[in-house]
């Protein structure tokens, strides 16, 4: 049997946490809240604790939200509460607390009362206090038929879609970054810090999201690259085959214990603000620069001089040896 019940306490799921209970000293388990919930219709309201349902997907309430309870089996005395749903009374992703507005812990209530009208007006209530969340306005991501979304109460989000190539105009955003041919081809795309919008949907912005990473099958992404001029590299907009596409203000990549590894079936590209380069055509020029100069310094190339042809130069051996190298790396 599932019920309401309301938050009273979330801090006892962020440390490690000791009740009493019949003279016993019990450890809390993890992500364990209290919330005070009505047993039965017409029953006084009771606190009590509850651990999430599912421990492999923790989404901790904040104080006054109301969350959705049950009792079931565990392990160690044979009962538990669990609660799970986070209930959209404010529609909003980043709070749903409800101190100043609603309450549903009368104290006697019959049952037709209180299955009619579960939640009465409140007045002269405080304000809940957080620990150190802010209540800011987020917008959800728009939806697509078929799409799962998980969104943060902050701006964080991941989506698993597909393509989009019919019925658009039933959408409030009905333009995506993304587009393939594919019909339902998937698409992943995980978002940390989604541009700020006043609309009533919002939708990922590979040019103003903070972070993100995109996982497309066969989708082109609409999107500016850091740099205008990108040599020979396609654009991810031109490309729709499987492709990778991380993106923010900076990438560090940090090979705590081995290396870095770039393996490429063609070449590849690197864009600076000087250069667009081609690594396969840039290390085939450097070794072929590197080749000429030691045919100069061992005399088979030389330069003509009043004297006579140049003769063996006194460093043949080093660019010999810097040719051998650069020759070594060569597939």
Request: no cysteine; aromatic share 10%.
């Given at each position: 049997?599932?019920?309401?019940?309301?938050?009273?306490?979330?801090?006892?799921?962020?440390?490690?946490?000791?009740?009493?209970?019949?003279?016993?000293?019990?450890?809390?388990?993890?992500?364990?809240?209290?919330?005070?919930?009505?047993?039965?219709?017409?029953?006084?309201?009771?606190?009590?604790?509850?651990?999430?349902?599912?421990?492999?997907?923790?989404?901790?309430?904040?104080?006054?939200?109301?969350?959705?309870?049950?009792?079931?089996?565990?392990?160690?005395?044979?009962?538990?509460?669990?609660?799970?749903?986070?209930?959209?009374?404010?529609?909003?992703?980043?709070?749903?607390?409800?101190?100043?507005?609603?309450?549903?812990?009368?104290?006697?209530?019959?049952?037709?009362?209180?299955?009619?009208?579960?939640?009465?007006?409140?007045?002269?209530?405080?304000?809940?206090?957080?620990?150190s969340h802010?209540?800011?306005?987020?917008?959800?991501?728009?939806?697509?038929?078929?799409?799962?979304?998980?969104?943060?109460?902050?701006?964080?989000?991941?989506r698993f879609?597909?393509?989009?190539?019919?019925?658009?105009?039933?959408?409030?955003?009905?333009?995506?970054?993304?587009?393939?041919?594919?019909?339902?081809?998937?698409?992943?795309?995980l978002t940390?810090?989604?541009?700020?919008?006043?609309?009533?949907?919002?939708?990922?912005?590979?040019?103003?999201?903070?972070?993100?990473?995109?996982?497309?099958?066969?989708?082109?992404?609409?999107?500016?690259?850091?740099?205008?001029?990108?040599?020979?590299?396609?654009?991810?907009?031109?490309?729709?085959?499987?492709?990778?596409?991380?993106?923010?203000?900076?990438?560090?990549?940090?090979?705590?214990?081995?290396?870095?590894?770039?393996?490429?079936?063609?070449?590849?590209?690197?864009?600076?603000?000087?250069?667009?380069?081609?690594?396969?055509?840039?290390?085939?020029?450097?070794?072929?620069?590197?080749?000429?100069?030691?045919?100069?310094?061992?005399?088979?190339?030389?330069?003509?001089?009043?004297?006579?042809?140049?003769?063996?130069?006194?460093?043949?051996?080093?660019?010999?040896?810097?040719?051998?190298?650069?020759?070594?790396?060569?597939?």
């Amino acid at each position: 049997m599932f019920t309401i019940a309301r938050v009273i306490d979330s801090s006892i799921a962020y440390t490690p946490s000791i009740r009493n209970f019949a003279g016993n000293d019990i450890e809390l388990p993890y992500g364990t809240i209290k919330v005070r919930g009505r047993a039965g219709s017409s029953t006084a309201p009771i606190d009590v604790f509850a651990t999430p349902l599912d421990l492999s997907n923790i989404n901790i309430p904040l104080k006054d939200e109301l969350v959705l309870i049950s009792s079931g089996y565990d392990a160690s005395n044979g009962n538990r509460f669990y609660y799970s749903s986070i209930f959209n009374v404010q529609n909003t992703l980043n709070t749903n607390s409800i101190p100043n507005y609603f309450t549903f812990e009368q104290s006697t209530v019959s049952a037709n009362t209180y299955n009619s009208n579960p939640i009465k007006s409140r007045t002269n209530i405080a304000a809940p206090e957080y620990i150190s969340h802010t209540e800011q306005e987020i917008i959800p991501l728009q939806p697509y038929e078929g799409d799962k979304i998980f969104s943060s109460r902050y701006g964080s989000a991941i989506r698993f879609s597909s393509n989009i190539n019919k019925g658009q105009s039933k959408y409030f955003k009905s333009t995506t970054p993304w587009k393939g041919s594919g019909v339902n081809s998937p698409i992943i795309m995980l978002t940390a810090g989604l541009a700020k919008s006043a609309d009533f949907y919002t939708i990922e912005k590979p040019d103003e999201d903070k972070s993100y990473i995109y996982l497309a099958s066969d989708q082109s992404i609409t999107m500016s690259p850091a740099q205008a001029k990108i040599g020979t590299a396609q654009l991810p907009s031109n490309y729709n085959n499987g492709q990778i596409i991380i993106g923010s203000g900076r990438l560090f990549f940090n090979a705590r214990q081995d290396d870095i590894t770039l393996v490429s079936k063609s070449t590849v590209n690197v864009a600076t603000p000087s250069w667009a380069i081609d690594m396969d055509k840039f290390f085939t020029i450097v070794e072929s620069l590197t080749q000429e100069l030691v045919n100069l310094a061992q005399g088979s190339a030389t330069f003509a001089t009043g004297a006579g042809p140049t003769g063996v130069s006194t460093n043949l051996v080093t660019l010999q040896n810097i040719l051998s190298q650069l020759k070594a790396m060569r597939q």
